[in-house]
Each structure stands twice: as structure tokens, then as C-alpha cells.
């Protein structure tokens, strides 16, 4: 139970502004009362819930009554508005991607250390289902020492018909979706990325990436395929993961898939050739029955703290911020040598990243 009751203001009530809203309804000591947007659309949809309506951002972080401020704009004033708002006594949460630049996010750790108040990046997709399900996968050594992990998201709807479009106000595939699979892929292993090769898609004509392919190399020897698409009419499996004694496939966010392993209790028969076109092949001939098992994927743990609670619990000094912002630095730094990569069209090596 949470010491107090805190109250958040958001600046920034458009799509993902007012969907925190849902998010912090069921969690204990912490309530919306307010939010600023510069668009009276908007403005107006947060009057109608009930939420205080502020003139300017000053008028917000002079409300001595607001103790958390949401950053959910566009990404290229994030940094101005969190520095603003620690310098004003609120703890702040800011939206992915939290800046633009690795150098923008040192100004706003630098004032946070200097303040005091808590600064936490919304990194919501560490909460999803498919994510703690590979990792499951991989603690366990289900599929023995993990050596690939390939990971995607694809759509055919393009970049959303907004700022995401631009690149000033940083917009992007890369910025948007890969910042969630780049945050996961480095929570999967202990290991310092050693190595990137990537190059963007820019299909659509806008002024940014409508997606990206990215090939990462560990110091461990494991590798990474990541991949996001929005011209993709048939979308390939969420998750494709190998390891040395089997594989994992999880189709989609609905956990459909299946691990298929070496069985243990049997002496491992030889496949049989099969026709492949206008020959014959064993080497890409599927394992044998007998020296397989197919296993259903298993529901993975659930944390035990949502973001909001663990938030909460952060502020009232009972546990530690799930999302460190160690980590946030380390997914941009990661992200800029993957722009460096396609700029470069080159492989960056020896990052011990």
C-alpha cells in the first residue's frame, strides 16, 4: 500500500497521453487529476474526463498539488519539458523514446541527480506476454544454450500520418517500434553487444525510415536478427529463437507457437531424403519423429509489479525503478550505431556496447 496518494498531470493528451490514463485507473496511490496540450481538441477531451485543464506548461509545473508530470509529446522536446519539470520538484515519466540523442538524456540525468526527483522511460513492452515467454524459454534452457534470437514486428499500414512521418520532431521506424525490441533484445542476455550491421527502409519516400533491418553480434557469440516492417502484407513469426538442442517460434502477440527439441530419451535416428524440388536431400530433411519432442509453450511468470505500481512504489522508497535509466542510455547508444551502420552501410565493430 502506498504511502500517499499522488497526483500526475499529463503534457501531451493525444493518443498515448490519454491511454496512461487507462493504465493508472487501477493502481493504488496514484491519480491523473490534470493535463496541457496545444491543441484545444484535446484540451477540450481532457476537460470532458474531469482532468484539470492548464494554460501552459508553467501553469502545470506551478500547480504545487501535481507530484508526477507525464511526458507523452513529440519526441524532440522531451528532454526540454523533463528538465523543466525536475527543476520544478515533479518526478517525471516520459514516453519512448525518451530522447532523441544519448547526449539529450545525460542533460536530463544530470539535472534528475542534481534534483533528487525520480525520472522513469515508459519501456511498457517489458510487460508483454511474448517477451517474458522467450525469456522464460531461454532461462530455462528449454531449447538448451540460446546461440539466434530473431525478433520483428511488421504491418503493411505504413508510419503513422503524423510527426512520426518527420524527422525533425523524431520520427521513424527505428525511434518508434525499435526502441521496444532493441530494449527487449538487451534484457535477454548479460552480454556486451560486440557488433552491428544495418540498413534502413525508406520504401514509402518519407523523409524517415519505414523500417529497418539490424543484425547484432554479442561478445558471447550470440547474434540478433531485428527487424520492423510497415510494408509487410504477410508478416513472418514475432519470435524465432535457436538453440542448440532445439527451437522456439512464437507467431504473435496471441502466444501461438511451439518448441521443437531433441528427445532426450532417444538414441537420434537418421532422417530419411526426401524430394526437395529436382533432387533429393537429407541435410534439409525435417528430424525424426523418434528424436524429437514438440512442446507446447508454456504461459510465462507475470511480474509482479505493473510500471504504474512499481512507480508508485519507487516514490515511496519500497522498491527500485524497474526500468533503470542505465538502460534507456544504453538502447540510444545502440540505437546511434545502428544509424551510424546504415549511414555508413558498413559494419561497426568492436562496440563493447
Known amino acids: 500500500m502506498s504511502n500517499k496518494n499522488y497526483k500526475m498531470a ?8 490519454s491511454y496512461h490514463t487507462k493504465l493508472v485507473e487501477p493502481v493504488e496511490g496514484l491519480t491523473v487529476t490534470g493535463a496541457f496540450d496545444i491543441k484545444p481538441d484535446r484540451m477540450a477531451a481532457a476537460l470532458e474526463k474531469g482532468f484539470t485543464g492548464y494554460g501552459s506548461l508553467d501553469e502545470l509545473l506551478g500547480d504545487n498539488e501535481v507530484d508526477v508530470v507525464l511526458i507523452a509529446t513529440p519526441n524532440d522536446v522531451h528532454k526540454d519539458i523533463a528538465i523543466q519539470a525536475l527543476r520544478a520538484g515533479k518526478h517525471v515519466i516520459c514516453e519512448k523514446p525518451v530522447t532523441i540523442t544519448s ?14 526527483q525520480i525520472f522513469s522511460v515508459h519501456q511498457n513492452r517489458r510487460w508483454d506476454e511474448d517477451f517474458l515467454l522467450v525469456k522464460h524459454v531461454m532461462e530455462k534452457r528449454q531449447i538448451g544454450d540460446t546461440f539466434h534470437i530473431e525478433s520483428r514486428v511488421q504491418g503493411a499500414n505504413g508510419i ?27 534484457l535477454l542476455t548479460d552480454s556486451k553487444v560486440e557488433s552491428v550491421w544495418t540498413e534502413l527502409s525508406m520504401i514509402l519516400g518519407t523523409e524517415v525510415d519505414d523500417g529497418f533491418t539490424s543484425f547484432i553480434k554479442f561478445e558471447d557469440g550470440l547474434t540478433a536478427l531485428i527487424e520492423v516492417g510497415t510494408t509487410n502484407y504477410i508478416k513472418l513469426p514475432r519470435w524465432y529463437v535457436k538453440g542448440n538442442e532445439g527451437t522456439a517460434i512464437v507467431r504473435d502477440w496471441d502466444l501461438s507457437g511451439e518448441i521443437v527439441c531433441n528427445n532426450p530419451d532417444v538414441v537420434k535416428v537418421e532422417p530419411k531424403p526426401i524430394q526437395a524440388g529436382q533432387g533429393l536431400t537429407k541435410t534439409m530433411a525435417p528430424p525424426s519423429e523418434q528424436s524429437t519432442l514438440r512442446l507446447p509453450l508454456e504461459k510465462p511468470p507475470i511480474s509482479a509489479q505493473s ?28 540505437i546511434e550505431t545502428i544509424f551510424e551502420s546504415a549511414e555508413k552501410r558498413t559494419v561497426i565493430n568492436d562496440l563493447h556496447l
Open 103 to 116: 547526449s539529450e538524456l545525460l542533460e536530463i540525468i544530470a539535472v534528475q541527480q542534481e534534483t533528487g
Open 160 to 186: 503513422p500520418g503524423d510527426w512520426r512521418q518527420l524527422k525533425e520532431p523524431g520520427g521513424g521506424m527505428l525511434l518508434d517500434w525499435g526502441v521496444h525490441l532493441l530494449d527487449q533484445l538487451l
Open 307 to 334: 510500471f504504474y505500481e512499481n512507480f508508485v512504489s519507487t516514490l515511496d522508497g519500497r522498491t527500485e525503478q524497474l526500468v533503470k535509466n542505465e538502460e534507456a542510455l544504453r538502447v540510444l547508444r545502440l
Open 10 to 17: 499529463i503534457v501531451g493528451y493525444g493518443g498515448m497521453g
